[in-house]
């Protein structure tokens, strides 16, 4: 089993308030994501960053930010939360296989509703 | 144009049943290829990756055709258990650090 933990699993939370949503793992690995998925959808990639000090943008515009303090933390942090931020948000990282693979681990969601 | 395309399905089959699932891939430069499995309201895990001269794992054989960009992922004796969302995965490499791309995931449901 992966060592990738997320919290909280569920949030409820009214429009306009700030909330970070945690993601911690424990296995070294320097490659950590943030992905959204609305139900039936693929995943969206929201954050990425390869190492401490280093976060990039993905593909969707989430309103979000992140920060990369310790190697196990990747926290994501939405100052002003709305509705069309409902999603379910996914933390993973990534351990190199051999050649060019990667693994993604992930962690067992947030689900969060804005209301 | 997306960067990984899949039938959503869904796929509904008995029990037994040998079934199958493709994806393309829009960047011919991609370098690795994955099948990840999603249960309901679960996270994505791992599967199983996809080589060049395809390969094995127990009941599931995974294939790539690099010509055409398509990559496949054969379930044979279908079990109940494997009912699931599958998910094909590609990763570039247009940098040294490498990007994953989801597809839309092909749904699997196995009935008794």
């Known amino acids: 089993e992966a060592d990738i933990y997320q919290t909280p699993r569920y949030l409820v939370i009214g429009t306009g308030k700030k909330i970070t949503l945690e993601c911690s793992q424990t296995?070294?690995?320097?490659?950590m994501y943030w992905y959204q998925q609305d139900p039936g959808m693929e995943l969206h990639l929201i954050h990425y960053?390869?190492?401490?000090?280093?976060?990039e943008k993905g593909d969707l515009s989430s309103e979000s930010t992140v920060s990369r303090i310790r190697t196990e933390h990747f926290p994501l942090t939405l100052e002003s939360a709305r509705p069309s931020h409902t999603s379910q948000y996914l933390c993973?990282?990534?351990?190199?296989?051999?050649?060019?693979?990667?693994?993604?681990?992930f962690g067992s969601g947030t689900q969060l509703s804005v209301l | 144009r997306k960067e990984v395309e899949q039938d959503p399905g869904p796929f509904n089959v008995p029990e037994g049943a040998t079934v199958a699932f493709n994806c393309t891939y829009s960047?011919?430069?991609?370098?690795?290829f994955f099948w990840y499995r999603q249960d309901c309201r679960k996270e994505p895990k791992l599967l199983m990756s996809?080589?060049?001269s395809g390969n094995e794992d127990g009941r599931f054989t995974a294939q790539l055709n690099r010509a055409s960009q398509y990559i496949s992922l054969l379930i044979r004796d279908s079990k109940l258990s494997d009912s699931a969302t599958y998910l094909c995965?590609?990763?570039?490499?247009?940098?040294?650090?490498?990007?994953?791309?989801f597809g839309r995931g092909t749904q699997l449901t196995v009935w008794p």
């Open positions: 995965v590609v990763l570039d490499r247009g940098s040294t650090l490498g990007r994953l791309y």
């Open positions: 960047n011919s430069a991609s370098q690795s």
């Open positions: 296995m070294g690995h320097d490659k």
């Open positions: 996809v080589y060049s």
């Open positions: 993973a990282s990534s351990e190199r296989l051999q050649g060019t693979n990667e693994k993604l681990f």
């Open positions: 960053s390869y190492g401490v000090n280093s976060t």
